[in-house]
């Protein structure tokens, strides 16, 4: 009964690939964000859909697209994969659209290594 | 832009005693501030929220402190146990919606 869960847990690829990594929420949320965690650890927003609409869209190169099928889901694919997206990529969620009100539940995480 | 620091040297402390870590932002005025924890390989967990007009919160062993003229929020950990250690990240958010986090300070509670 994972509450906000990811695939996969590790991606390791090749430059220039593409990938998507995958996030579902089973919490009933209305917001789902992406965040980058870089190797000083810190987090940084990428994206925030509510109910299904996108409300953040930091600046993230346009090789990085976030989907989302339904509210409980936010896939994230990026095209044309370079050595600076490797990190450890986020997927989060909270209650409604004021995030800053209420916490944000986060997955896992997907260790991302691009060679 | 705005920035956030977090004491980036680990805070090593013996069990029992308080634990003390600070947040201090510029070029920001947030509406709220959260305090998370993380452990390794995984992803933060929620502890604390306290909002610009709140001066301090309690959970447990858990106190929060915000001071909107110092740009600082301060987090306590009383009686500190070894299961306390981890990363503990502070994120700011205004009305908008969007959290800038800090980078953390990682926590050595030794027996």
């Known amino acids: 009964d994972t509450a906000v869960s990811q695939t996969p847990k590790y991606l390791v690829t090749q430059m220039g690939n593409d990938k998507s990594i995958k996030c579902e929420q089973n919490?009933?949320?209305?917001?789902m964000y992406w965040y980058k965690q870089d190797s000083k650890k810190f987090l940084k927003i990428m994206f925030s859909?509510?109910?299904?609409?996108?409300?953040i869209n930091e600046t993230v190169p346009n090789r990085f697209s976030p989907k989302s099928p339904d509210k409980a889901h936010l896939n994230l694919h990026i095209n044309s994969l370079e050595l600076g997206d490797s990190a450890v990529y986020f997927c989060?969620?909270?209650?409604?659209?004021?995030?800053?009100?209420?916490?944000?539940?986060f997955g896992p995480g997907t260790r991302l290594t691009v060679l | 832009s705005q920035k956030i620091e977090q004491n980036s040297e680990a805070l090593n402390i013996q069990e029992g005693k308080t634990a003390t870590l600070t947040c201090n932002y510029t070029?920001?005025?947030?509406?709220?501030l959260q305090w998370y924890r993380q452990d390794p390989g995984r992803g933060p967990v929620f502890l604390l929220l306290?909002?610009?007009?709140?001066k301090e919160k309690r959970k447990e062993r858990l106190k929060v402190t915000f001071d909107t003229t110092l740009k600082q929020s301060l987090f306590h950990i009383t009686a500190s146990q070894p299961a306390d250690s981890a990363t503990y990240l502070c994120?700011?958010?205004?009305?908008?919606?969007?959290?800038?986090f800090g980078s953390g300070t990682k926590l050595n509670v030794k027996p």
């Open positions: 859909y509510n109910n299904k609409e996108l409300i």
């Open positions: 989060a969620s909270s209650q409604d659209g004021t995030g800053a009100k209420n916490e944000q539940f």
């Open positions: 919490l009933g949320h209305d917001t």
């Open positions: 994120a700011l958010a205004s009305n908008f919606n969007k959290f800038y």
């Open positions: 070029n920001y005025s947030p509406a709220y």
């Open positions: 306290i909002r610009e007009n709140e």
